[in-house]
């Protein structure tokens, strides 16, 4: 059996403070042997008055950086949670050439 969690947030994303590190070595602590680090990136965020969006270059440094300290260990899935990339096609697409992801996660937090 291959222990999986391919959606995991850590202090990217509006709904946690953890570390990346932290995260990670609490997965090796368990047993995970696939962990997929899906930060919250909701394109249309502005439109309900928050901001959640993060500096998607800082994050992409940081988590090929631990993917690379941690090979061996675990392995690592660059990920992302795109929350409603319909609503505005051409930067959820330029997100995703931007980010070189490893995975994308589409989903619906908020409806107009």
Known sequence: MILT???CHTKYSHDSSAEPIEVI???VEN???VLALTDHL?????DYGMNLTFDIEARKSEMLELKE?????IKIVYGIELGQPYNAR???DKVIAD???EFVIGSVHNLK
């Open 5 to 7: 969690d391919l959606h």
């Open 25 to 27: 070595k609490s997965a």
């Open 31 to 33: 047993g995970v042997d």
């Open 42 to 46: 909701d394109i249309d965020c502005a």
């Open 69 to 73: 300290r941690f090979r061996g260990q």
């Open 90 to 92: 051409e930067l959820a």
């Open 99 to 101: 980010g070189n992801f």
